[in-house]
């Protein structure tokens, strides 16, 4: 029988696949007696479980595809051995026959015995091999539960064209499976501006997120038919179902060809008035896609993926040589390169960070508070920025920027970073534009003074929205809070741009707000010019650009500044759209 789950949907698309069930919570084990006679049978099902998970991670060892990265495959080796070792394999078994219980509360009392050894080790080291026992601990849990598998053995096996169907999902994992051809993701967790949200509408995965309960609700492999659009997860659709959503498939490849036509025309209001249009990137692999659009540049690459999934950060050279595909791709267009925005949800796997782990860590050491915190991590990125702008036009953007002080210290180290290239005789552009990120409300309000120390600004919304409604964008009970629309923002929003045009500074916005076309005709009328968005919303919002009327809309948006009330704000926006 079909089944209907609902969620949010965070990137657009209809995708129809087998359901893989991925879980990263701990198993629930429950204690009970075993009688004596059965203690035997007991034993024969643990070892079995064992040699189960054995087969089940040599096999993986052997199906790792060519390309895989060392620490999975080393991973995968330590596992092995564990799985192997005297202390799980075999110590369980005594403990079934003295305390006479269940396979699983035997192994549960020998994985806290375990674990209470590892936690009074003083290296860091041997203190993360406990984060190990516990993986292959519940490996053999799930297999005496037959609960479905391990994250690793999930992205090993055939993933092409499956639905993903988990608890939680980072920015992190979700470019490993994206990379496993995945055709869609559900997430229990998850809100619709966490960057988890983000990657998926920019790698154009059908997600839904905020599916409560959708792991324990769904069948490992059933077929769903996954609606990014309404938030919507159907389970063992009926054939009415499947030709609906087939059919929705095909109008949406026909849309996408119907605007594919608008990508080569310029984008102006039908009064004349010329916006900017950019692209945000965050994988250098669409970067040959990207360049193929006709767009003014790029005003968002976020440089935090390439630090992701990995122990050591890029030095230098390496961030030069990607930097550098950018830049040449798109000559002559200005490239907004963002230094690293770690912290918050983009957590790094960096030993040398875990100190600064705070514990709100939106409102901690995130970003230019890091870098600035760390110019070991910073240097060599603002070298490798420097340093592709010999190549061509690039722009340097810092996010999180709350205070001048954080300027005037962001402005020596570009001067130091200088000096060190002029010394090395490195060629660079002496006058590459470094600008701000507006996404602390303080730099919103304090916009001017920014504007006149930098370049330019861009807004980022999404940070903006959550810092100034005290709203975690990442919290799917508080989504319903999350309001673009809210008057404080749109203040702020008018602010900023305001800022900008009175100190001649150019303002533009990289959030998602720019990219949703149901909000391009009320930035157009609070006078911003430049957008930058995925490049899967560029076409929809040029059309919106290429019909309206600015002058009428910078009328009308001047009144509905002027209201505070919800439903009438809503109303405003819903009247601009309707031009
Ligand atoms: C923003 O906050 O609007 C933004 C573009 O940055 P990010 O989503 O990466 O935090
Ligand atoms: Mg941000």
Redesign the pocket.
Known sequence: MALMLSGTGVSRGVAIGPCQILRHDEPEILEYAIPRPLLMDEVARFEAAIKKAKQQLKQIRQQIPAGTSPEIIAFIDAHLLMVEDEVLSHAPVKLIKRLQCNAEWALKSQRDALVTVFDVMDDPYLKTRRDDVDHVVNRIQRILLSQSEHMHEVLLQQTRGSVIVTDELSPADMLLMHQRGVAAFITEDGAA?S?TA?LARSLGIPTVVGAHHACRCLMQNEPLIVDGRYGITIASPDDNALSFYQSCIEHDKARAIALKKLEKLPAVSRDGCAVRLMV?LELTEEVAAARQLDVDGIG?F?T?MLFLNRTEPPDEEEQYQLYAKLVRAFKGRPVTI?TL?IG?D?YMNIDQLDEYLGANPALGLR?IRLCLKEPRLFLPQLRAILRVSALGKVRMMV?MLSNMHEVQQLQRLVMMSKAVLREKGQSFDAAMPVGA?I?VPAAAIAAEYFARQLDFL?????????YTLAVD?MDANVGYLYDPLHPAVLHLIHMIIEAGARSSTPVSM????AGDPRFTALLLGMGLREFSMHATTLSEVKGVINDSDVALFTQQVSALLKLHDPAEIAAAVEALNQY
């Open positions: 501006n960057h983000i945000n968002l976020r935090e963002r925005d918050a983009k970003a996010p990120m996404e861009s807004i980022g919304t999404n940070d903006l929205i959550q964008r990289c959030g998602e707000m």
